[in-house]
Every structure is written in C-alpha cells, then in structure tokens.
C-alpha cells in the first residue's frame, strides 16, 4: 500500500507506517492544491492541518481512504469524497485533554491578564494597579455548551477549580458520561438561552454541524452577561465574528479564541482577522491538540487504523 502523510507526524509512528511493508510518502508542507499530484497512487492520505477540498478526490486515482488525524472532519470535503467511494475516518478522544487543557489555560490567562502583563514587562512597563483588577475563578458560574470527551475534561478541571459548573449537552448522551457528569456536580440546564444569560464564563466544546454553525450569533450574545469570558476551542464557525466583536465593545465581553472562521489551508501562513487582532481576544493558533502527549497518542492511533485498513477494516468510519 501507499501511504502519504501531508502534514508534521511523529518520526517513530512514520517507520511503524511502514513496517509491514508499504510505502510512506511524507510531505509534510504540501499545499491543498499539490494534494491531488502528491497523491497519486497513494490508497492513504493522512492530514491534520491541511485541507483536501473536492478537486483533490478527482485527481487522486488510487485514494480509498482519508485519517483525519483529530477529531474534526471539517476540513475536508466529505460529499466529494464519498462521490468517489473515500472513506473518510477520524481519530476522536485521543486529544481531549490537550484540548482541555488550552481552554482552561485561556481561561485562567484572560482573567489575569498573563499576555498583557507579559507583554507590558517586556516592553519595560511596570503598573501593578493595571493588572489587579482580576475577577479570579473561583465560586463563578461556568458554562459548558457540549459534554463529550472535551466538554468532560473542561469541566472536570472547572469543578477541581471550585467553579459551579452548568451545561448544555445534546439528549440521549451515554450512562458513563452522566455518571461522570453527576460526580463533578454539574447541573443540567435545558437550553443554551438559559446557559449563556445565567453563566460568567462560556465553553464551546461542539462539533460543526449545519445546526451549530454560527449558533454564537447576535441573538444568543444579546443574552450573555457583560465581562462574560467566552472560550472557542472547537471551530471557528460556531461563532459569528462580527456578532462577537460587537458584545466585545457593546458587553464587554472577552474571548479565549484557538479556532477561527478562516483559517490558512495548512499549518503555516498568515492570518487576517479582525477577531485575532481584537485587544478583548487572546488568540492562539488552533492549537488545542498542540501537545506531544496528544499528537503521539493521535499518530498510534492513525498507525493502528492504517494497520486495520490493510486487513481489511475501516476504524472510525464518519
Ligand atoms: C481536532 O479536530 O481534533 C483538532 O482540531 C485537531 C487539530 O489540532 O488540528
């Protein structure tokens, strides 16, 4: 088999790729408009970063299948692919705690100020009364919009940090996880109205579907409470941008943003966005999945289903 990794990837999970004898392509700067030549021949494509828009499914003779090395399928063109009978697979659960993690870290930044502190000291200023106005964490309301793997971590390290936890999930969610909902004593509330206008800080943590792209819209910001700290860790289209810079200057609001409307097509290029640039915002490189931990755990995972596919079986089929 051949096999193409479009983008960074692990040097040990690489030689396990090939192992059992197939070929490794490794082109880790390939732009979505190379994907479609570097692909031929190749029945595997593997991507984290770079997008494969439907032109590469018909210029990639050999492709079968498409690992998506994260959870998100959203980067790639799912209704071209299957006109081309590509499965499309995922790697779910093996980045949530990095992802956690960066959410909480916005969230502790935002409050104390950390990028513009930093930032002030490197410039030479000294103003301990600028940066003592902090809110702190503990006893707020936090809300988290979606209880799945990184929704339950988030809420985990909340809970740890004394926050009083609220959350809107989907119906129907599995025993394990309301179990686990139940031990870290979050309350349930039935729509993300009540969520956004009762809570001090909001966690995003869905997938983008057509029902919750731009859920975040003027509408549901005209709820929230002024000074709400808002997180998007997930995708950047849950969000309408402009209706977020708006509460930013109208509510106050600020924004923890990782993931952002348009993005460059792959890990590296440059980005205009009124959004990153807002001084309410602390932004970060969509880079939620961005530990070693994760990324190691992510490429086992894509060298397990790799292996499975050669046998005959598709994991994480989406
Ligand atoms: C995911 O979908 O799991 C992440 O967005 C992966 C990434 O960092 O690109």
Known sequence: MRILVADAFPEDSLTALTESGDECRYLPETTPEQLGESLRGCEVLVVRSTRVPAPVFAEADALRLVIRAGSGT??????AAGEHGVRVCNVPGRNSTAVA???????????????????????GRWDKRRYSRA?????????????????LEFAARAAAFGTH?????????????LERARSLGITFLPNTEELVSTCDVLSLHLPLTEETR??????????VRPGTILLNTARGELVDEDALIE????KGVRAGIDVFTHEPETATGTVESRLASHPNV?????????????????????????????????????
């Open 165 to 177: 936890v609220h959350a809107v999930d989907k119906p129907g969610r599995d025993p394990e996880t």
């Open 282 to 318: 602390y932004g970060t490189h969509h880079i939620g999945a961005s530990t070693e931990q994760a990324q190691r755990a992510v490429a086992a995972e894509v060298v397990r289903m790799v292996e499975a596919f050669r046998n005959g079986t598709v994991l994480h089929c989406v």
């Open 101 to 123: 993690e960066l959410a909480f870290a916005l969230l502790l930044a935002l409050d104390r100020n950390i990028a513009d502190n930093v930032a002030d000291l490197r410039a």
């Open 135 to 151: 809110r702190g964490i503990h006893g707020r309301r936090v809300g988290v919009l979606g209880l799945g793997d990184i929704g």
């Open 247 to 250: 509460a930013m200057e109208t």
């Open 214 to 223: 731009r859920l975040v819209d003027h509408e549901l910001l005209s709820r």
């Open 74 to 79: 959203n980067t790639i063109d799912r209704a």
